[in-house]
């Protein structure tokens, strides 16, 4: 049995001054579309993906955004610029050789500071509810028990998704993986996080998941979960562009 925290209008909390956006994947899901271009590049509802992320980062105050690149990499750094939507950016470079996730943040470890980060992946679309969701997330950080607060959505308005859900969460917030493959857990990881860099450490030698440092974060009770209160669009592949433009305009 998990609850849901009471949602304040206005949230509390220090937003994170700086993000990190993973845009360096090669969009194998997304073919034919990422043929010429980067996955972050693909337009969804009038934008790039990438485009929506930046706008929820302006608007919930983040100020500088760190953004790995691979695939690509030269049309998406030209797109960014120094500075997109009046966020300072920062390209942190994995041309010669993808990092995965965790791999990612180990790179560009030097460029995120000591403070929490938010973490944004690029390729899911996310629409706020009653309260910003970065804001929300933010609200919910306590430095003395966490090294990672995700942002989950029940799978009911996971849309797109087709896994069978990622985390339990329990009702003090701390989350538990998916217990066994044919099981199915209540809430979709939306690819939006705080994460404090002290977890970013011992890490193996070349690409690895992001998973490795939440299964750590698990182990010693200081991975935590909040629930998105708004609309939420795993947009992976040419497909999901469709379907996420049809619920968007239809409200």
Known sequence: MTRQLAIRPDPGGVVPKTAMVMAAGL???????TATRPKPMIEVAGKPLIDHVFDRLHAAGVERAVVNVHYLADSLVAHLGAKFDGVDVVVSDERKRLMETGGGLVQARDLLGDEPVLVANSDNLW?????DAIKLLSSRWNDDQMDALLLMVPLARAHNYRGQGDFHLAADGRITRRRRSATVAPFAYTGVQILHPRLIANWPEGPFSTNLFWDRAIESGRAFGQVHQGLWFDVGTPGAIA????????G
Do not use: F, Y
């Open 243 to 250: 379907r996420t433009e049809a619920l968007l305009l239809d």
């Open 27 to 33: 969009g194998k899901r997304m073919r034919p579309l």
């Open 127 to 131: 629409i706020d509810g009653p309260v």
